[in-house]
């Protein structure tokens, strides 16, 4: 396997300003003159977003040699798509749903799409002795809705709202929602990711776990928010020792700032397509990338660049 490892130019970045897209303008060589820096925003530990947003860096990074490729650790997608408002990042991940339910990215807003990428999958998971059968089972106890700001946390918080289940809601990011799993700190854990997810694919090597059957949860959610969500299932070869289990997905976005140069886009959209192969050498997820899904970002308009190379490499 080749590894997409960290290149000269490739950073991670601690506190970020309001980066300015003023100086970029111009004609030359250079498809984003006077901007040095690309910020691309994330995810949490232990989450598919952190891992395939630095995979997707270092693919832009030979891509644009001229500008130096940033990832900075979020909360995910409410995080994303506030940090590409404010002009904090240039590029972002973000679920579908999150999306939907703000309107940070229509039609004239400052934030538009690359392409879709992949879907992201609900899991509600439990230890194998756990006498969780279902969603209902986790009313009162300990459950970890995952970090503030997250597209897990909001996509738990509307299945909360439309099922009325009420369990004792703990926010914590992936990585440490299993290690309190693991400990028996919290009962059950919600994660909304590619996958397989890197930190309960981990503790799946280390410890017998479950997959709530969430076939009912899919189906009232389908029934309100049909745009966002869809039924679908996590396979039997997903997680050591788990079983396929009935769930709902949910599309996931690359979006960017709308003000960026198209031809810069253009270069993104390049990059990311032809690279889905190498990508998906790292992370599985990355084999559902491809032009004819690409163009299927809902309600977010598709950037000006991203059209421009679509319609270049329309599939036969």
Known sequence: MRSL???????????????????????????????????????????????????????????????????????????????????????????????????????????SSVGRLFDSFVHLVVRDDSPVRSLADIEGMRVSLGTVNSGTEFTAEQILEVTGVRPEEVRLDQAESAAALDTGEIDAMFSLT???????????????????????????????????????????????????????????????????????????????YTGASRLAEQRPEAAQINVRTGISTGIVPLHPGAEQWYRENKPS
């Open 5 to 111: 490892g960290p290149t000269r130019r490739t950073a991670l970045l601690g506190g970020l300003g309001v980066l300015s897209l003023a100086a970029v303008s111009g004609c030359t060589d250079d498809p984003a003159p006077g901007l040095g820096r690309i910020v691309v925003a994330t995810g949490p530990p232990g989450a598919v977003y952190r891992e395939i947003g630095a995979a997707l860096a270092h693919l832009l990074d030979e891509h644009l040699p001229d500008q130096e490729l940033v990832t900075v650790e979020t909360g995910a997608s409410h995080d994303n798509l506030h940090l590409l408002d404010d002009g904090e990042a240039h590029l972002g991940l973000a679920n579908l749903d999150s999306v939907l339910a703000t309107d940070i990215a229509t039609e004239g807003s400052a934030i």
């Open 194 to 272: 590619g996958i397989p997810t890197p930190a309960v694919a981990e503790l799946a090597e280390e410890r017998a776990l479950r997959l709530v059957d969430l076939t009912d949860t899919a189906d009232a959610m389908v029934s309100v928010y049909p745009e966002a969500y869809f039924p679908a299932t996590i396979p039997a070869t997903t997680y050591s020792g788990i079983p396929a289990c009935p769930t709902m997905s949910i599309p996931n976005l690359l979006l960017c700032r709308q003000d960026l140069p198209d031809e810069l886009v253009r270069q993104v959209t390049e990059a990311v």
